[in-house]
């Protein structure tokens, strides 16, 4: 799914030269709702139990700092249902929600951001991450390509 974040931007600024905020959280998050429900009907397919959680469902609570929003809390009893019923669960991404029900996403780099959370919050032992770039870098290397 690499560069879908990047497509659903850019249909946005298609339509409105400086997008509002809100809804181009509520359009962002699209992108790892999809991932999430096709990775736990991957599973399915394969035999296995799984369940994709989105932020909501998870309760990812974030301030509302739309675009760029921070984890505030995480609510880990949905996850601790599925998990008892033996599902894995897949938990998109990316996007958390604040206080007033809006859909809120943590900006680039967010994915892993709230995988470790996630992680934490679960008292997990480890948090594995794979992603299509080649590593941490002190920008974003599509846009400055004197990134280190």
Do not use: W
């Not at 035999?47 to 301030?63: E, F, M, N, P």
């Not at 920008?139 to 990134?147: E, H, I, L, R, W």
Request: net charge negative; with cysteine.
């Amino acid at each position: 799914m690499s560069g879908e974040t990047n497509r659903l931007l850019g249909l946005a600024h298609e339509i409105a030269k400086v997008p509002d905020a809100r809804e181009m959280d509520a359009l962002a998050a699209t992108g790892e709702q999809v991932s999430a429900a096709l990775t736990s009907m991957a599973i399915h397919a394969e035999g296995g139990r799984a369940r994709s959680l989105l932020g909501h469902q998870v309760k990812i609570l974030t301030d509302d700092a739309f675009t760029k929003a921070r984890i505030r809390a995480i609510d880990r009893t949905n996850i601790f249902q599925a998990l008892d019923r033996g599902e894995i669960v897949v938990v998109a991404g990316f996007q958390g929600v604040d206080t007033h029900g809006n859909i809120t996403t943590l900006g680039r780099g967010g994915s892993d951001t709230s995988a470790v959370a996630v992680a934490a919050a679960i008292d997990a032992d480890e948090c594995e991450i794979y992603t299509d770039v080649d590593g941490v870098y002190t920008t974003d290397p599509n846009v400055c390509p004197s990134a280190r």
